[in-house]
């Protein structure tokens, strides 16, 4: 059985989820299904990030000890996609004792390998990213990201790692297209420029921050909690149960502002263990709402809780898939996501599933209609008349190990359309009066057409999914390989059909 192992970064507890982390975690979880459809062994991991100055500073200004906020707030992100239906096989926590124990292990290991050595760091500090900021890190002499009193000047003696040492073998690796180890290709190239105007080694320890992992050799000093963050993909792998073989991961799914964490150093960590890199990093672009990127700092941000409230956990979903900024920063508002909904889940799928379902109810008294089998009028050959639906399942195989999953549901919307384009055309309660036989073709080819786009959204909307067949009164929906026209057929003439309440009812904006 293939495997296929999938991250998320794990998320700072400093702040609770918002529309950002969403879209990440979204995306490994559309991978997640994609790939278990397909019939392969998947282990899809994201937690929280629960260490550093930054975490420890928030729990200070709520009262709470550093624990006990990130059990809190860990628990918040942890209900957060539970409530979206996100199918991770394990939520990692970084305070978990089974962690620490492997991290510290790790960064043994790189000490006895003689990869740490001690030196003094003296430069601008963001709190809020919880690194050393570059020259081109600055704007104005502070950190763009975030407000200008997290930015710091700090002096210290600490630990330091020989990144300089792996460069020329990371840029190897990063600029062999054959592998496409990073993509999409802008993001390929902006880190090779990077990497090419030169890398200095890095600190690997601090000694003002309490609240971490203690460096093993030297108890004045904990971990920097980036590098001890990075390990998490490798040991969940380490302690859980028969995960061992999942390393090294397949992909990697982060935001652009960490992109150097995951393409440089988490290698350079890994060359210096001497342990297998992960096959492939994504990095995708950033939301932003009124032109400014979200942020913790900021109020404005839209959270997942707001969208399931308004539009469901499916319509919440499709939304994000919909707008996710896979290779451009991307304007989202609520205005626009009102319209989106109504368009493509209210007036689109959610209209041609109870436009179906009332001409079976009407005029085949709630039955998928009986039809005649000659070679002539497959199945296959009614539904290809509807639409080309192999090109479908083409777009959906190319667009989502891509991470584009808009551009997938956007070829599923075409097969939505040109489904109810067919009725236009056929006009079915015409044909239930004149031509009983037709008619019998024209709907038992949509009520196919309906199970291949409920298989087809799968990954994307589970529950739709699971609706849409519940009506067709399939019990399981399609196991074997979608592709094989066999498998997929598996309306049955006869069948009772139950239609229900509208899966996406209409909003209407508030003016
Ligand atoms: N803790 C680190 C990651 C360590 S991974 C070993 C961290 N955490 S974070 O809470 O700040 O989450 C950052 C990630 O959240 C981004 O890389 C991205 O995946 C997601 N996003 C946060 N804001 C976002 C947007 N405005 N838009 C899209 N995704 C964003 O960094």
């Known amino acids: ?51 550093g100055l930054n975490v420890a500073q928030a729990a200070k200004k709520k009262n709470l000890s550093p624990q006990k906020f990130c059990d809190q707030v860990s628990a918040r992100f942890q209900e957060t996609w539970k409530e979206l239906n996100i199918s991770n096989d394990y939520f990692i926590r970084t305070t978990d004792p089974k962690h620490k124990k492997i991290a510290a292990q790790i960064i043994q290991k790189i000490y006895d390998n003689g990869d740490i050595y001690q030196n003094t760091y003296e430069g601008l500090y963001c709190i809020g990213c919880e690194k050393f900021l570059t020259k081109t890190d600055l704007v104005d002499d502070r950190c763009p990201l975030h407000p200008p009193e997290k930015t710091i000047r700090q002096k210290e003696k600490n630990w330091f790692f020989k990144l300089s040492k792996y460069i020329p073998q990371i840029i190897k690796m990063i600029e062999d297209k054959k592998t496409n ?8 190239k902006e880190v090779l420029a990077k990497l090419k105007a030169g890398v200095h080694d890095i600190s690997f320890s601090r000694a003002s921050v309490k609240w971490g992992i203690p460096i093993p050799w030297d108890n004045s000093q904990t971990i920097y909690v980036w590098i001890e963050a990075l390990l998490n993909y490798y040991t969940a792998t380490r302690f859980l149960p028969n995960k061992k073989e999942f390393w090294p991961a397949n992909l990697h799914l982060v935001g652009k502002e960490i992109s150097w964490f995951h393409l440089v150093i988490w290698q350079a960590i890994l060359l210096s263990m001497e342990l297998p890199l992960p096959k492939k990093v994504f990095v995708h672009d950033f939301y932003i709402i009124d032109d400014k990127k979200i942020s913790k700092s900021q109020g404005d941000k839209i959270t997942p809780q707001e969208l399931i409230d308004k539009f469901g956990v499916e319509g919440t979903r499709y939304l994000i898939a919909n707008s996710f900024p896979a290779n451009n920063d991307t304007n989202v ?10 368009a493509d889940l209210a007036n689109g799928l959610g209209n041609l599933v109870s436009r179906i379902l009332s001409l079976v109810e009407k005029y085949c008294a709630r039955k998928i209609p009986k039809i005649t089998k000659n070679p002539d009028s497959h199945p296959l050959r009614i539904n290809k008349k509807i639409h080309n639906w192999k090109r479908t399942w083409q777009d959906i195989d190319h667009f989502l190990p891509q991470c584009q999953p808009s551009e997938a ?36 080819g949509l009520l196919d057409s309906l199970c291949q786009i409920a298989w087809q959204i799968y990954p994307f909307l589970p529950e739709t999914s699971r609706k849409i067949a519940r009506q067709l009164n399939i019990k399981k929906l399609l196991v074997k390989n979608p592709q094989n026209k066999d498998s997929w057929t598996n309306i049955k003439p006869g069948t009772k059909i139950k239609s229900g309440k509208p899966l996406f009812p209409r909003i209407t904006p508030k003016i």
């Open 1 to 51: 059985m293939k495997k296929f192992y999938v991250t998320t970064p794990i998320y700072y507890v400093n702040d609770v989820p918002h529309i950002g982390h969403a879209c990440t975690t979204l995306v490994a979880d559309f991978l997640a299904r994609y790939y278990r459809q397909k019939n392969c062994d998947v282990f899809f991991l994201t937690g929280t990030d629960e260490h």
């Open 181 to 188: 180890y990073v993509f999409p290709a802008g993001k390929r």
């Open 333 to 342: 508002s609520i205005a626009r996501f009102i319209e989106k909904y109504n």
């Open 409 to 444: 549901l956007a070829s599923v919307w075409k097969f939505i359309s040109e489904a109810d384009k067919y009725i236009n055309r056929n006009k079915p309660w015409e044909l239930a009066k004149k031509n009983k036989k037709k008619f019998n073709w024209v709907i038992y």
